[in-house]
Each structure stands twice: as structure tokens, then as C-alpha cells.
């Protein structure tokens, strides 16, 4: 059977119309053949699920108090499975707090970061497209935010107003704000000499469309790598100020919460602190992981490395078989 890239198949039935066979992998199949990215996508996805679901079966028992079951040990089978991972010091079963606890944690990370990305990076594409004085007054708004450590400004904003998940999620959002912008601005400063950009500008279309319909897509891959490594940083922001006592209040629960109402049982019941934070560690590694894949999967001048893994794979194989 012979072939031409634009011409017809011959074989033993006749002739047929060739089939376009260009173009790479999906983005599932090149994930899938990253495993460490494969599993940080597991972890997250289960996470996201635990936050979706979990309150709903788990809500009562995470509030139910029983002083006769008070600090009870993990890892117990005789406790049953709704304490497999103990009881805190009053009771309450230590698996459904964790997993009403992802619910506030992620309602807080999640929705911070979606409102950073989406002011910052139109912010930043307008200002890099169009310079001069605009750019000028943006960074510089943006160097002021940047001026102030952002956590120590939440402290700050926080201790003046009542800490709740609106506030907390509206001063993380404000001090990522230009990180976005930065980034954003930079990508569409070098895209505004482009050839397709002078293109689209000498054919008479309008600078908001030409943002829109040109810049965006081509800046988008890199603001969502970099929205998923900040999405590690806002869930450890919040942790913090929890941890502090300035963040999510009682009787609402959070990771860092819980790992602040456990630091001072770390004697003699070290799994109220111990495991949220082992919760907050893996999830951040694996959003690490997956944002890792997600730069090269989506640049197109590194994305001959996801696809050269599998054929490297196969000639060595191939290689070890021919030499035994």
C-alpha cells in the first residue's frame, strides 16, 4: 500500500481518498504519557471531587461531637471508617473535617485566582499592546501593589476588616494581581511586531479586535501555567492566615485551619496537624507537577519533547530485544 501526502490511497480495494494525518497528539494522549503529570491531574481531579461532594455526605459527621471518643489515634480499624484517620479533641471524626475543609479551601484559591487572571491579563495584554503612556502608568501602578509583601498586606487588611472568605479571596486576588499584568504585558509587547499582528493592523482591523482575535489566544497557554503555579501560592496564603487566626473563622473549617487548632495537640495527637498539612503539601506538588507539563504541552516549539518520549521508549525497547 503506497501513500502521498495529498494524493489517494491504492491497496487491494481500490482507490480511496487519502486522510489528513498531520497535526500531533491530543493534550489527553501527550498527558497520559507523562506520568508525573498524570498523577498530579489524578490528584487534583480528586480533590476537586472531594470539594464537590464531599460536604454533602460528610457534613454531620464533620461537626458531630463526641467527648468519649476524644484524640482517638489513625490508622485503626477498630475505630470504623468514618475515624480512619482519628478524632480531634472533640470528637469530631478527623476525615470528614478534611474533606469538608477542601470545599473552603479551594472556594477560597480558586475563585482568587480566576479573578487575578482575568483583570491582570487584559490589563496586561491592553497595556503591552498599546505602550507608551498607558504601559507606563500600569507597571508602575503595578510595582506600587508589588512594593508591599503580599501576604504581610492580607495581614494588615485583614486584622482593619472582619476576615472572611469574601475579603480574604478579594486581597489575595488585588496582591496577584500584577503578576498577571506583567507577564501579560510582556508577551503582548513581543507579539506587537509580529507579522501577522501588521497584518491584521494594515488590513484596517481595530486594536480590540486584533487583542481579542490574535494576541489572547497566543498569550493564554502561558497565563494558565502560570494561574495553576499560583494557585499553589493562593492556597498557601490562605493556610497562612488561617494559621494565624486571621483567616477562615470557626465554624468554618480549612486546611490551615485545622493545622492551627492541632499545633498545640502536636504531643499528644499529632495527626490534627500533621495530616491537613500533608493535604496542603501533596496538593501543591501536584498542581506543580501539572503546570510543569502544561508549559511544554502548550508551546508549540517544546511540545516535540512529550512526543519524543514515547519513541525513544519504543527504540530502546526495540534496541534491548535485537541485543539479547
Known amino acids: 500500500m503506497t501513500q502521498t501526502l ?3 490511497v491504492e491497496g487491494k480495494r481500490g482507490t480511496r481518498p487519502a486522510k489528513a494525518t498531520l497535526g500531533g497528539p491530543s493534550m489527553f494522549a501527550m498527558l497520559l504519557r507523562d506520568k508525573f503529570a498524570t498523577v498530579g491531574a489524578v490528584i487534583l481531579g480528586l480533590v476537586v ?3 464537590i461532594f464531599g460536604p454533602a455526605l460528610m457534613g454531620e459527621l464533620a461537626t458531630k461531637q463526641n467527648l468519649m471518643f476524644m484524640n482517638k489515634a489513625p490508622f485503626n480499624p477498630e475505630n470504623g471508617w468514618a475515624y480512619f484517620l482519628g478524632s480531634d479533641s472533640l470528637g469530631r471524626s478527623v476525615l470528614a473535617r478534611l474533606i469538608v475543609a477542601t470545599r473552603t479551601t479551594l472556594l477560597v484559591a480558586v475563585p482568587a485566582v480566576a479573578v487575578a487572571l482575568f483583570i491582570g491579563s487584559l490589563w496586561g495584554v491592553w497595556a503591552g499592546y498599546h505602550r507608551g503612556r498607558r504601559e507606563n ?5 503595578a510595582d506600587i501593589i508589588m512594593s508591599f509583601p503580599s501576604l504581610l498586606l492580607a495581614v494588615v487588611v485583614l486584622y482593619v476588616f472582619s476576615p472572611s472568605v469574601a475579603n480574604i479571596v478579594l486581597i489575595l ?34 486594536p480590540n479586535s486584533i487583542i481579542a482575535m490574535h494576541v489572547i ?13 499560583e494557585f499553589c501560592y493562593v492556597m498557601l496564603a490562605e493556610s497562612s492566615l488561617s494559621f494565624l487566626g486571621i483567616g477562615i473563622q470557626p465554624p468554618d473549617v480549612s486546611w490551615g485551619l485545622m493545622v492551627a487548632q492541632g499545633r ?10 500533621i495530616l491537613p498539612g500533608l493535604a496542603i503539601v501533596i496538593t501543591a506538588i501536584a498542581a506543580n507537577m501539572l503546570a510543569a507539563w502544561l508549559r511544554i504541552a502548550t508551546d508549540p516549539a517544546q511540545r516535540w519533547r512529550l512526543t519524543l518520549q514515547k519513541t525513544v521508549r519504543k527504540a530502546s525497547k526495540a534496541a534491548s530485544k ?3
Open 264 to 273: 498545640q495537640y502536636l504531643q499528644t495527637a499529632w495527626w490534627l496537624s
Open 173 to 206: 486576588a488585588v496582591t496577584r494581581i500584577p503578576i498577571y499584568m506583567r507577564t501579560a504585558r510582556a508577551e503582548s509587547a513581543e507579539l506587537q511586531s509580529r507579522t501577522f499582528v501588521d497584518a491584521a493592523r494594515t488590513f484596517g482591523t481595530k
Open 217 to 229: 489566544p497566543v498569550v493564554t497557554p502561558t497565563l494558565l501555567t502560570l494561574a495553576t503555579l
Open 137 to 141: 502608568i500600569s507597571m508602575r501602578i
Open 322 to 324: 535485537e541485543a539479547k
Open 49 to 51: 471531587l472531594t470539594a
Open 6 to 8: 495529498n494524493g489517494p
